[in-house]
């Protein structure tokens, strides 16, 4: 018994409009913010910083994603790599702080144990107002981290909050999600053909 699939109008039409809505906030990036976000990466990778980076959901799998993407990606068979730790792989940690602690400090107290002057930091929030994140990102800045805040919606505390941000400017999750990713692959590409 063969199953004959669907093709209405009501999919195509909202395939249309998800497509429609992800190509108008890609127009709308920010090109200097994501330059910025690149030299400062590029920054640490030259002075032999660490780069952390983290995030809670679909944010978190963007963030273990972009470090498989630097740490093998770019960085595989060269002499000189990058140094980046995804603060939310841990699981025994994250859980062990949650549940001890608070979920609200599962990346802060994390970045007590490592974070040192000019490293990194790099906190990943749809709405820009995760407080995990906030708490982390904030640490970052009172004890000689760089900041970066990948957001979308209105920014969030994250874009204020962040010394760097690179900002998807629409009001939905996923497409937020979406360009976080791409900016991700962006870094990368760009970290590849500049042959470090």
């Known amino acids: 018994m063969s199953m004959k699939i669907q093709t209405g109008v009501i999919m195509i039409s909202e395939i249309k409009g998800y497509l429609n809505r992800l190509k108008v906030t890609i127009d709308m990036m920010d090109l200097d913010e994501i330059n910025a976000v690149i030299n400062v990466i590029k920054l640490a990778y030259d ?6 980076i983290f995030g809670n959901g679909g944010s978190g799998s963007t963030a273990s994603h972009i470090v498989c993407d630097i740490n093998k990606g770019v960085s595989y068979g060269k002499t000189k790599r990058f140094k980046m730790i995804c603060l939310n ?4 940690t994250v859980l062990a702080y949650a549940n001890d602690v608070s979920y609200d400090d599962i990346f802060i107290e994390q970045l007590k ?5 000019g490293d990194v930091v790099i906190g990943i929030s749809g709405s820009g ?5 906030i708490k982390a ?3 970052a800045n009172e004890n000689g981290g760089i900041t970066i805040g990948f957001c979308g919606y209105d920014g969030g505390k994250l874009k204020n909050n962040a010394k760097y941000s690179i900002h998807a400017k629409i009001d939905d999750m996923q497409i937020s999600e979406d360009i976080h990713l791409i900016m991700g692959h962006i870094i990368m590409r760009i970290f590849q053909d500049l042959d470090l």
Do not use: P
């Open 47 to 52: 002075n032999n910083k660490t780069i952390y």
């Open 89 to 92: 792989d841990n699981i025994a």
């Open 113 to 117: 144990n490592y974070l040192l002057s």
């Open 129 to 133: 107002n995760s407080m995990n994140v």
């Open 137 to 139: 990102i904030d640490y």
